[in-house]
């Protein structure tokens, strides 16, 4: 089943095809907590605590702990990556791409060399370690070494242990899906397109162990009527969704993103106008970052056909107006848009930058962005949201003025000047 602190994304999910990278995510948390000082999720429920490690972007190591070294910090985000494509293939791989982040980051290995007490050591006499050589600034403060507890000994005894466990499940697991029959693979496009919101990863259209649909208190008579919908219906993608946004409007945020899960697994990963559709009602609702995400997933069916400039606008709206939301995490949002659009997830991190009031940085990615693609509208539009930040409406006034007079400029665009310009005035 798991333990909710430890549990790994697909593991919530219930999904049934687990393998080495479950072990992997599982002994990554445990190295999380032991660098950071705390688990990665924790909250009062363990529902929370689950929901968390499906949709909720990993807490950066270095935020909440400034002292953990940048390169340990780049083996944990790949070993908790939501996605098991995305972590490391054998745990041995990760042993070795911890070590050597470790002593990249000039820190020693400390407990490496562990002396067990033998059966005959039992009178008291303990096995001594050589001594530690301290170098010039240590020497004179150096005080004496005090005793290990027998305790100490135990712990390390189980960490060991229960590192070798799951070291030993690992490679079972690896193993068995070594064995087992190939499965059939839906070919990946092109360009991989990432949602740019804790989405779940679509399905083949098969439905999995059928879930109870959420408990909600004083439920409207819509959400009551959607309920019902997806009760009587519940293979029916669109009856998931609408009881997904029905939940949405009542504000029961984590168990309508739950419903549309469903809905995506049961609609499959080329149902165009499902995404499409539940695009737009995400958008129609300024649940932006969810929007994006789905407008990204619609992007992806085109493969190796262009996608269409409505969809670039809709995608490039969603995104924009996303960025703003301050709790959300650059790392699991911003990176992934810059795979649809490098300028595009420069703006976008510039904004986000903005509204988190570090202004140097959000010039920078401006900058960034401009670079790529001259004359960028929402560059032009972001500058806007700096000069009015920082107090400068006059500047403001002529940036937005300035904006592209003609019909390529996005219409979001020129609605949101107009705005704009009516508060300045």
Not at 108 to 123: E, H, L, W, Y
Not at 291 to 313: K, Q
């Amino acid at each position: 089943m798991g333990t909710p602190q430890y549990i790994s994304p697909e593991q919530a999910m219930g999904k049934k095809d687990l393998d080495a990278g479950t072990d992997i995510y599982s002994f990554g948390v445990m190295l999380y907590e032991m660098v950071v000082g705390q688990v990665p999720f924790s909250a009062d429920t363990p529902f929370s605590v689950i929901h968390d490690h499906i949709y909720t972007p990993l807490p950066l190591p270095r935020k909440v702990n400034p002292n953990v070294p940048e390169s340990v910090q780049r083996v944990l985000l790949k070993a908790l990556a939501k996605d098991r494509l995305d972590r490391y293939v054998l745990t041995e791989e990760l042993v070795t791409a911890f070590k050597e982040a470790w002593t990249e980051a000039g820190m020693p290995m400390q407990g490496t060399a562990i002396v067990m007490r033998s059966t005959a050591a039992k009178d008291g006499a303990a096995s001594k370690k050589p001594p530690v050589i301290p170098d010039e600034k240590t020497a004179v403060a150096q005080t004496p070494v005090k005793k290990r507890s027998p305790w100490m000994w135990a712990s390390i005894g189980l960490i060991i242990l229960l590192c070798l466990t799951v070291m030993g499940l690992a490679v079972r697991n690896r193993i068995n899906h070594q064995l087992a029959p190939p499965a059939m693979k839906t070919p990946a496009p092109a360009t991989q397109v990432f949602p740019a919101s804790p989405l779940p990863e679509p399905g083949n259209g098969v439905p999995g162990e059928q879930q109870s649909l959420p408990t909600v208190q004083n439920a409207s008579p819509e959400l009551v009527a959607a309920m019902d919908t997806a009760a009587k219906h519940p293979n029916d993608f669109d009856a998931h969704l609408g009881l997904s946004i029905a939940l949405l409007e009542a504000k029961e945020f984590r168990p309508a993103m739950v419903e549309l899960e469903k809905a995506v697994e049961l609609a499959g990963p080329n149902n165009r106008d499902f995404f499409l559709n539940a695009a737009e009602k995400f958008a129609e609702r300024e649940a932006w970052g969810v929007a994006a995400g789905l407008y990204l997933r619609t992007a992806s069916t085109y493969r190796n056909e262009s996608v269409p400039r409505e969809l670039e606008d809709r995608i490039h709206e969603a995104v924009y107006k996303a960025a703003e939301q301050k709790d959300l995490q650059s790392i699991d949002l911003f990176e992934r848009v810059e795979v649809f659009s490098p300028a595009l997830g420069h703006v976008a991190r510039g904004r986000h930058a903005l509204y988190q009031g570090n202004f140097e940085e959000t010039k920078a990615q401006m900058a960034n962005a401009e670079k790529i693609i001259p004359n960028m509208p929402e560059a032009k539009m972001l500058k806007a949201e700096i000069e009015m930040k920082m107090g400068n409406m006059k500047e403001a006034k002529d940036t937005l003025l300035a904006l592209p007079p003609d019909p390529e400029t996005p219409e979001w665009i020129r609605i949101m000047a107009e705005n704009y310009l009516k508060i300045i005035q």
